[in-house]
């Protein structure tokens, strides 16, 4: 624990950075249920599980994002080390995938690899709501595949985990992106579109004008800029017959999947690396900035990194956003947990108490108590808020014969067991 600091002798009390919180209390478990939930899905979708490090050499953001998008620009924490060595907290979690894909082996020993991820990620922009410095990200990538049954996949997994942690009134919307060479011709498109509009652009729209990063205009969120843009050319215009082929391949398949989702024709991403076939999640309870997850394909990043020419397709949700959408379902679950809460009166009972407490734990269940040997009310309102479901009160009377009493902490109900075989008795009811 850190000390305080004193300043002129006043004591002043340590604070959380800006931008960075503490996880705790119902927000906890609400990250263990979404953690848990991703975990069982993913698996089932035949992904498996990867932790990349935290800090990683900045020229792998600065290569994969680009180096004149807004995170490398302006968001990202990079830092000399001591070894002067330049260093980044990750931003995002798929570069440090890709780089693991290779750096492993795995383009050679899995051919296709399936991976999912879940951690802190970290950008220096502005604190808002679901919008912190220090945020966390469960993602899942598929490395090594090219076809757009694999996208459809990718998004089919997403919208499985949404259902199945609670989060309902959600909407898919959906683009296709094209090549980079069909990229590049839309972003001149859109470079002479904006130069007779560029006065009512926000200004960091100007500033994306002038770093010349056009296509990062469309992702913006001001309303006046979206008016501009939706005025101007669109990228389906400009696509190849190839293209649209793909792109109705991968409609064709959600579609068998049952996947509702809407064509948004000026749906880009921000990072540098998508092509083809890109996605995004929005919620209502999410207000202006309503993007809960996004991702897409990223052809062309395994090969930029000194890989083989490899497609890749994935997706990356913000989990700060998603227990936004999360609470109501949260709410509706039952208050109290089976677990127990064990009272006990005297020292005698006591010391009975702990024994038992020790071994419910040692036999794989929740149980706790209170250590201060406090009034027998004074504990029960501690059972109510430890959230346990049942009370185990042991007194001199029930010492005397060899017995507890079970109290049902939702319905108030209580009855009498025997100490004999009472291990064997409750873990019955959990």
Same mark, same amino acid.
């Given at each position: 624990m850190c000390p305080p600091i004193c300043l002129k002798g006043v004591i002043m009390p340590l604070q959380c950075l800006t931008g960075f919180h503490?996880?705790?209390?119902?927000?906890? *478990?609400?990250?263990? $249920? %979404?953690?848990?939930? &991703?975990?069982?899905? #993913?698996? @089932? #979708?035949?992904? +498996?599980?990867?932790?990349?490090?935290?800090?990683?050499?900045? +020229?792998?953001?600065?290569? %994969?994002?680009g180096s004149?998008?807004?995170?490398?620009?302006? +968001?990202?924490?990079?830092?000399? /080390?001591?070894?002067?060595?330049?260093?980044?907290?990750?931003?995002?979690?798929? &570069?440090?995938?890709?780089? &693991?894909?290779? +750096? @492993?082996?795995? /383009? $050679?020993?899995?051919?296709?690899?399936?991976?999912?991820?879940?951690?802190?990620?970290? *950008?220096?922009?502005?604190?808002? &709501?679901?919008?912190?410095?220090?945020?966390?990200?469960?993602?899942?990538?598929?490395?090594?595949?090219d076809s757009p049954y694999a996208d459809a996949e990718t998004i089919h997994c997403l919208a499985v985990f949404l259902e199945r942690v609670g989060v309902g009134d959600y909407k898919i919307k959906l683009n296709n992106l094209g090549t980079f060479e069909e990229r590049d011709i839309y972003s001149k498109a859109i470079h002479q579109y904006l130069m007779d509009h560029h006065d009512l652009l926000c200004e960091d729209c100007k500033s994306r004008y002038r770093r010349k990063n056009f296509l990062r205009i469309l992702d913006c969120k001001n309303e006046v800029c979206r008016n501009v843009i939706r005025k101007g050319p669109v990228i389906s215009d400009i696509l190849t017959?190839?293209?649209?082929?793909?792109?109705?391949?991968?409609?064709? %398949?959600?579609?068998?999947?049952?996947?509702?989702? @809407?064509?948004?024709?000026f749906l880009i991403r921000g990072l540098d690396y998508y092509t083809k076939t890109v996605f995004e999640v929005t919620h209502p309870k999410l207000g202006a900035q309503d993007a809960v997850a996004a991702g897409g394909r990223y052809d062309g990043l395994i090969e930029s990194f000194g890989g083989p020419k490899a497609g890749a397709v994935g997706f990356a949700l913000g989990v700060e956003r998603l227990l936004m959408c999360m609470v109501g379902a949260y709410c509706n679950t039952p208050l109290h947990e089976n677990s127990f809460f064990i009272v006990a009166l005297g020292e005698a009972a006591f010391r009975e108490a702990f024994k038992l407490l020790s071994e419910l734990r040692q036999k794989g269940v929740k149980a706790s108590m209170d250590f201060s040997t406090k009034s027998m009310k004074s504990q029960m309102r501690s059972a109510d808020k430890s959230q346990s479901r049942y009370a185990i009160i042991l007194?001199? /009377?029930?010492? $005397? $014969?060899?017995?507890?009493?079970?109290k049902d902490m939702r319905d108030g109900s209580q009855k009498e067991l025997s100490l004999d075989n009472l291990i064997t008795t409750l873990k019955v009811l959990v």
């Amino acid at each position: 624990m850190c000390p305080p600091i004193c300043l002129k002798g006043v004591i002043m009390p340590l604070q959380c950075l800006t931008g960075f919180h503490d996880i705790y209390g119902d927000k906890a *478990r609400l990250f263990n $249920k %979404a953690e848990s939930t &991703a975990r069982e899905v #993913f698996r @089932n #979708f035949g992904f +498996e599980e990867i932790k990349t490090p935290i800090l990683e050499k900045k +020229e792998l953001f600065a290569r %994969a994002l680009g180096s004149e998008t807004d995170v490398v620009q302006k +968001e990202m924490y990079g830092f000399l /080390d001591r070894s002067k060595v330049s260093v980044a907290l990750r931003p995002e979690g798929t &570069a440090g995938v890709v780089r &693991a894909y290779l +750096e @492993n082996n795995f /383009d $050679k020993t899995k051919g296709l690899a399936k991976f999912y991820y879940m951690g802190p990620m970290f *950008r220096s922009e502005r604190p808002q &709501a679901g919008r912190l410095r220090q945020f966390h990200q469960i993602g899942a990538e598929q490395l090594g595949t090219d076809s757009p049954y694999a996208d459809a996949e990718t998004i089919h997994c997403l919208a499985v985990f949404l259902e199945r942690v609670g989060v309902g009134d959600y909407k898919i919307k959906l683009n296709n992106l094209g090549t980079f060479e069909e990229r590049d011709i839309y972003s001149k498109a859109i470079h002479q579109y904006l130069m007779d509009h560029h006065d009512l652009l926000c200004e960091d729209c100007k500033s994306r004008y002038r770093r010349k990063n056009f296509l990062r205009i469309l992702d913006c969120k001001n309303e006046v800029c979206r008016n501009v843009i939706r005025k101007g050319p669109v990228i389906s215009d400009i696509l190849t017959t190839k293209s649209r082929d793909y792109f109705t391949q991968v409609k064709m %398949a959600l579609d068998g999947a049952h996947i509702k989702y @809407n064509e948004d024709p000026f749906l880009i991403r921000g990072l540098d690396y998508y092509t083809k076939t890109v996605f995004e999640v929005t919620h209502p309870k999410l207000g202006a900035q309503d993007a809960v997850a996004a991702g897409g394909r990223y052809d062309g990043l395994i090969e930029s990194f000194g890989g083989p020419k490899a497609g890749a397709v994935g997706f990356a949700l913000g989990v700060e956003r998603l227990l936004m959408c999360m609470v109501g379902a949260y709410c509706n679950t039952p208050l109290h947990e089976n677990s127990f809460f064990i009272v006990a009166l005297g020292e005698a009972a006591f010391r009975e108490a702990f024994k038992l407490l020790s071994e419910l734990r040692q036999k794989g269940v929740k149980a706790s108590m209170d250590f201060s040997t406090k009034s027998m009310k004074s504990q029960m309102r501690s059972a109510d808020k430890s959230q346990s479901r049942y009370a185990i009160i042991l007194g001199e /009377d029930e010492l $005397k $014969k060899k017995s507890v009493v079970l109290k049902d902490m939702r319905d108030g109900s209580q009855k009498e067991l025997s100490l004999d075989n009472l291990i064997t008795t409750l873990k019955v009811l959990v």
